[in-house]
Protein backbone atom coordinates (compact mmCIF):
# COMPACT_ATOMS: atom_id res chain seq x y z
CA UNK A 1 0.00 0.00 0.00
CA UNK A 2 1.48 3.63 -0.97
CA UNK A 3 2.07 5.69 2.45
CA UNK A 4 0.15 8.22 1.86
CA UNK A 5 -2.85 6.02 1.45
CA UNK A 6 -1.94 5.04 4.82
CA UNK A 7 -1.79 8.78 6.51
CA UNK A 8 -5.00 9.27 4.65
CA UNK A 9 -6.99 6.18 6.56
CA UNK A 10 -5.21 7.56 9.83
CA UNK A 11 -7.48 10.66 9.02
CA UNK A 12 -10.24 8.63 8.15
CA UNK A 13 -10.61 6.63 11.53
CA UNK A 14 -9.09 8.94 13.97
CA UNK A 15 -10.28 12.86 12.83
CA UNK A 16 -13.23 11.95 14.78
CA UNK A 17 -11.76 11.52 18.04
CA UNK A 18 -8.51 14.00 17.81
CA UNK A 19 -7.55 17.22 16.45
CA UNK A 20 -6.35 16.66 12.71
CA UNK A 21 -3.19 18.14 13.70
CA UNK A 22 -2.38 15.97 16.66
CA UNK A 23 -3.44 12.91 13.92
CA UNK A 24 -0.56 14.16 11.73
CA UNK A 25 1.69 13.99 14.79
CA UNK A 26 0.62 10.42 15.64
CA UNK A 27 1.67 9.40 11.54
CA UNK A 28 4.39 11.01 11.85
CA UNK A 29 5.72 9.67 15.19
CA UNK A 30 4.45 6.42 14.21
CA UNK A 31 6.77 6.09 10.87
CA UNK A 32 9.65 7.66 12.53
CA UNK A 33 9.52 4.92 15.06
CA UNK A 34 8.61 1.98 13.30
CA UNK A 35 10.07 2.80 9.92
CA UNK A 36 12.58 5.40 10.60
CA UNK A 37 11.32 7.41 8.28
CA UNK A 38 11.66 11.29 8.37
CA UNK A 39 8.50 13.95 8.37
CA UNK A 40 9.35 14.91 4.80
CA UNK A 41 9.14 11.53 3.96
CA UNK A 42 6.05 11.49 1.82
CA UNK A 43 7.57 14.55 0.36
CA UNK A 44 10.39 13.66 -1.21
CA UNK A 45 8.97 9.72 -2.12
CA UNK A 46 5.36 10.88 -2.87
CA UNK A 47 4.50 7.62 -4.00
CA UNK A 48 6.67 5.44 -1.82
CA UNK A 49 5.09 1.81 -1.33
CA UNK A 50 4.64 -0.39 2.10
CA UNK A 51 5.42 -4.06 2.15
CA UNK A 52 2.61 -6.12 4.34
CA UNK A 53 4.88 -6.32 6.92
CA UNK A 54 6.10 -2.44 7.22
CA UNK A 55 2.34 -2.28 7.57
CA UNK A 56 1.28 -4.25 9.83
CA UNK A 57 2.94 -2.07 13.46
CA UNK A 58 1.01 1.47 11.91
CA UNK A 59 -2.39 -0.84 12.00
CA UNK A 60 -1.61 -2.15 14.82
CA UNK A 61 -0.62 1.62 16.36
CA UNK A 62 -3.72 3.09 14.95
CA UNK A 63 -6.44 0.18 16.42
CA UNK A 64 -4.84 1.03 19.58
CA UNK A 65 -5.15 5.17 19.21
CA UNK A 66 -8.68 4.55 18.57
CA UNK A 67 -9.47 3.25 21.53
CA UNK A 68 -7.56 5.96 22.81
CA UNK A 69 -4.57 4.26 24.63
CA UNK A 70 -1.41 6.99 24.79
CA UNK A 71 0.84 7.06 21.97
CA UNK A 72 3.86 6.87 24.03
CA UNK A 73 2.20 3.58 25.47
CA UNK A 74 1.81 2.01 22.38
CA UNK A 75 5.96 3.30 21.31
CA UNK A 76 6.76 2.33 24.52
CA UNK A 77 9.04 5.83 24.77
CA UNK A 78 8.70 9.05 25.76
CA UNK A 79 10.81 12.20 25.35
CA UNK A 80 11.68 14.92 28.03
CA UNK A 81 14.75 17.05 28.99
CA UNK A 82 16.20 15.92 25.50
CA UNK A 83 16.22 12.62 27.29
CA UNK A 84 14.19 9.13 25.34
CA UNK A 85 12.37 7.28 28.39
CA UNK A 86 10.74 3.92 28.39
CA UNK A 87 7.29 4.24 29.27
CA UNK A 88 4.32 1.39 30.19
CA UNK A 89 0.97 1.49 32.48
CA UNK A 90 3.25 1.16 35.24
CA UNK A 91 4.13 4.29 34.80
CA UNK A 92 3.21 7.97 34.17
CA UNK A 93 3.91 9.63 30.96
CA UNK A 94 6.16 12.43 31.58
CA UNK A 95 4.34 16.19 31.01
CA UNK A 96 6.05 19.25 30.09
CA UNK A 97 5.08 20.53 33.69
CA UNK A 98 7.40 17.99 34.96
CA UNK A 99 9.94 19.12 32.39
CA UNK A 100 9.77 22.60 33.99
CA UNK A 101 9.98 21.50 37.25
CA UNK A 102 13.35 19.97 36.13
CA UNK A 103 14.55 22.93 34.61
CA UNK A 104 13.65 24.97 37.89
CA UNK A 105 15.93 22.91 39.78
CA UNK A 106 18.73 22.37 37.76
CA UNK A 107 18.48 26.81 37.10
CA UNK A 108 18.86 27.05 40.64
CA UNK A 109 21.74 25.03 41.23
CA UNK A 110 23.35 26.73 38.15
CA UNK A 111 22.48 29.90 39.61
CA UNK A 112 24.46 29.06 43.24
CA UNK A 113 27.18 27.55 40.84
CA UNK A 114 27.42 30.79 39.11
CA UNK A 115 26.88 33.25 42.36
CA UNK A 116 29.53 30.74 43.91
CA UNK A 117 32.07 30.45 40.94
CA UNK A 118 32.30 27.00 41.14
CA UNK A 119 32.06 24.15 39.19
CA UNK A 120 28.71 21.93 40.22
CA UNK A 121 28.79 21.12 43.34
CA UNK A 122 28.17 17.49 44.56
CA UNK A 123 25.11 17.72 45.92
CA UNK A 124 22.81 14.53 47.40
CA UNK A 125 19.51 14.68 45.54
CA UNK A 126 16.32 12.21 46.42
CA UNK A 127 13.58 12.26 44.31
CA UNK A 128 10.32 10.93 45.77
CA UNK A 129 7.99 8.89 43.65
CA UNK A 130 10.38 8.25 41.10
CA UNK A 131 8.12 6.52 38.37
CA UNK A 132 9.63 6.17 35.03
CA UNK A 133 13.02 7.96 36.36
CA UNK A 134 12.17 11.06 34.46
CA UNK A 135 12.97 13.80 36.60
CA UNK A 136 15.91 11.46 39.09
CA UNK A 137 17.70 10.79 35.72
CA UNK A 138 17.10 14.12 34.09
CA UNK A 139 19.12 15.73 36.87
CA UNK A 140 21.85 13.43 37.09
CA UNK A 141 21.80 13.73 33.36
CA UNK A 142 22.62 17.57 33.64
CA UNK A 143 23.77 17.57 37.06
CA UNK A 144 26.72 14.98 36.30
CA UNK A 145 28.55 15.75 40.44
CA UNK A 146 25.01 15.17 42.02
CA UNK A 147 24.45 12.12 43.81
CA UNK A 148 20.90 11.15 42.90
CA UNK A 149 18.47 9.12 44.53
CA UNK A 150 15.00 7.53 43.75
CA UNK A 151 12.30 6.32 45.83
CA UNK A 152 9.05 4.63 44.29
CA UNK A 153 6.44 2.23 46.06
CA UNK A 154 5.81 0.11 42.87
CA UNK A 155 8.46 -2.54 42.18
CA UNK A 156 7.11 -2.48 38.56
CA UNK A 157 7.38 1.55 38.46
CA UNK A 158 11.02 0.82 39.16
CA UNK A 159 12.32 -1.81 36.84
CA UNK A 160 11.22 0.47 34.67
CA UNK A 161 13.00 3.45 36.30
CA UNK A 162 16.36 0.94 36.30
CA UNK A 163 16.08 0.51 32.42
CA UNK A 164 15.61 4.13 32.09
CA UNK A 165 18.60 5.11 33.79
CA UNK A 166 20.71 2.59 31.93
CA UNK A 167 19.42 3.52 28.62
CA UNK A 168 20.72 7.25 29.59
CA UNK A 169 23.67 6.31 31.02
CA UNK A 170 23.48 7.38 34.43
CA UNK A 171 24.03 5.99 38.10
CA UNK A 172 21.12 6.18 40.22
CA UNK A 173 20.37 4.61 44.00
CA UNK A 174 16.72 3.37 43.86
CA UNK A 175 15.35 2.57 46.81
CA UNK A 176 11.43 0.72 46.88
CA UNK A 177 9.53 2.31 50.22
CA UNK A 178 6.77 3.97 50.66
CA UNK A 179 6.44 7.61 51.66
CA UNK A 180 3.60 6.76 53.62
CA UNK A 181 5.15 4.36 56.04
CA UNK A 182 7.59 6.34 58.00
CA UNK A 183 9.46 3.22 58.98
CA UNK A 184 11.61 3.54 55.45
CA UNK A 185 13.61 6.25 57.99
CA UNK A 186 15.10 2.65 59.15
CA UNK A 187 16.52 2.02 55.64
CA UNK A 188 20.21 2.68 55.24
CA UNK A 189 20.42 4.54 52.25
CA UNK A 190 18.34 6.91 53.48
CA UNK A 191 20.32 7.74 57.30
CA UNK A 192 21.74 10.82 54.68
CA UNK A 193 20.75 14.14 54.81
CA UNK A 194 20.11 14.95 51.38
CA UNK A 195 20.44 18.83 49.84
CA UNK A 196 17.28 19.17 47.68
CA UNK A 197 14.36 16.53 47.83
CA UNK A 198 12.16 16.65 44.52
CA UNK A 199 8.88 15.30 44.10
CA UNK A 200 5.92 15.12 41.88
CA UNK A 201 3.34 12.85 44.00
CA UNK A 202 -0.31 11.79 43.44
CA UNK A 203 -2.67 14.59 43.54
CA UNK A 204 -5.75 14.19 41.33
CA UNK A 205 -8.46 14.09 44.08
CA UNK A 206 -11.28 11.59 42.96
CA UNK A 207 -13.70 14.49 41.99
CA UNK A 208 -11.46 15.73 39.50
CA UNK A 209 -11.67 12.71 37.38
CA UNK A 210 -14.33 13.06 35.35
CA UNK A 211 -12.39 16.23 34.08
CA UNK A 212 -9.38 13.96 32.80
CA UNK A 213 -9.08 12.41 29.68
CA UNK A 214 -10.37 8.63 28.91
CA UNK A 215 -6.68 8.10 27.81
CA UNK A 216 -5.29 9.08 31.40
CA UNK A 217 -8.10 7.30 33.14
CA UNK A 218 -8.33 4.43 31.63
CA UNK A 219 -4.55 3.54 30.49
CA UNK A 220 -1.95 5.51 33.30
CA UNK A 221 -1.48 4.05 36.79
CA UNK A 222 -4.03 4.95 39.27
CA UNK A 223 -1.21 4.54 42.26
CA UNK A 224 0.53 7.20 40.70
CA UNK A 225 -2.56 9.75 39.58
CA UNK A 226 -4.84 9.76 42.63
CA UNK A 227 -5.88 10.68 45.77
CA UNK A 228 -8.52 10.58 48.27
CA UNK A 229 -11.13 13.61 48.31
CA UNK A 230 -10.69 14.21 52.18
CA UNK A 231 -7.19 14.10 52.20
CA UNK A 232 -5.73 15.68 48.59
CA UNK A 233 -2.55 16.51 50.78
CA UNK A 234 -1.52 12.95 51.96
CA UNK A 235 2.01 12.45 50.03
CA UNK A 236 2.56 16.50 50.62
CA UNK A 237 2.46 15.87 54.30
CA UNK A 238 4.80 12.71 54.76
CA UNK A 239 7.05 14.15 52.42
CA UNK A 240 7.30 17.45 54.26
CA UNK A 241 7.85 15.28 57.50
CA UNK A 242 10.54 13.15 55.92
CA UNK A 243 11.89 16.51 54.71
CA UNK A 244 12.50 17.78 58.21
CA UNK A 245 14.22 14.67 59.12
CA UNK A 246 16.62 14.32 56.14
CA UNK A 247 17.00 17.61 54.46
CA UNK A 248 20.25 19.23 55.51
CA UNK A 249 20.60 22.64 56.72
CA UNK A 250 18.82 25.28 54.27
CA UNK A 251 18.00 22.42 52.11
CA UNK A 252 15.31 22.77 49.56
CA UNK A 253 12.50 20.75 48.81
CA UNK A 254 10.44 20.85 45.28
CA UNK A 255 6.70 19.46 44.57
CA UNK A 256 4.82 19.69 41.79
CA UNK A 257 1.25 20.14 43.07
CA UNK A 258 -2.59 20.18 42.37
CA UNK A 259 -3.33 23.29 40.27
CA UNK A 260 -6.67 23.70 42.21
CA UNK A 261 -4.64 23.77 45.85
CA UNK A 262 -1.73 26.02 45.11
CA UNK A 263 -2.26 27.79 48.61
CA UNK A 264 -3.40 25.00 50.23
CA UNK A 265 -0.24 23.39 49.61
CA UNK A 266 1.81 26.99 50.56
CA UNK A 267 -0.18 27.06 53.77
CA UNK A 268 0.57 23.60 54.72
CA UNK A 269 4.31 24.40 53.82
CA UNK A 270 4.10 27.51 56.41
CA UNK A 271 2.45 25.42 59.11
CA UNK A 272 5.44 22.74 58.63
CA UNK A 273 8.12 25.87 59.34
CA UNK A 274 9.38 25.98 55.75
CA UNK A 275 10.37 29.35 54.63
CA UNK A 276 11.44 31.20 51.21
CA UNK A 277 8.39 29.95 50.19
CA UNK A 278 7.63 30.51 46.46
CA UNK A 279 4.89 29.51 44.30
CA UNK A 280 5.41 28.98 40.35
CA UNK A 281 3.03 28.77 37.20
CA UNK A 282 3.25 25.90 34.56
CA UNK A 283 3.31 27.02 31.38
CA UNK A 284 -0.71 26.76 30.65
CA UNK A 285 -0.64 29.42 33.52
CA UNK A 286 -1.65 27.46 36.35
CA UNK A 287 -0.44 27.25 39.67
CA UNK A 288 1.74 23.67 39.49
CA UNK A 289 5.40 24.33 41.81
CA UNK A 290 6.35 24.60 44.95
CA UNK A 291 10.05 25.53 46.07
CA UNK A 292 10.83 25.79 49.76
CA UNK A 293 13.69 26.17 52.08
CA UNK A 294 13.97 24.03 55.61
CA UNK A 295 14.41 26.52 58.97
Not at 74 to 92: C, Q, R
Not at 200 to 219: G, H, I, T
Amino acid sequence: MLLKNIKDIFHKELDEIYPAEEVDSFFYRCIEHYLHLERFALVLQPDLVLTKEEETPLFGALSKLKLKEPLQYILGTAHIMDLDFKVNEHVLIPRPETEELVEWVISEVQKQTSDTGHQTPDIKILDIGTGSGCIAIALAKKLPNAKVYALDVSEQALKVAKENAKLNEVDITFIQQDILNLELELELELELEFDMIVSNPPYVRELEKEQMSDNVKKYEPHLALFVEDEDPLLFYKAIMQFAISHLDKKGTLYFEINQYLGKETQALLEAHNFSEIELRKDIFGNDRMLKCQLN
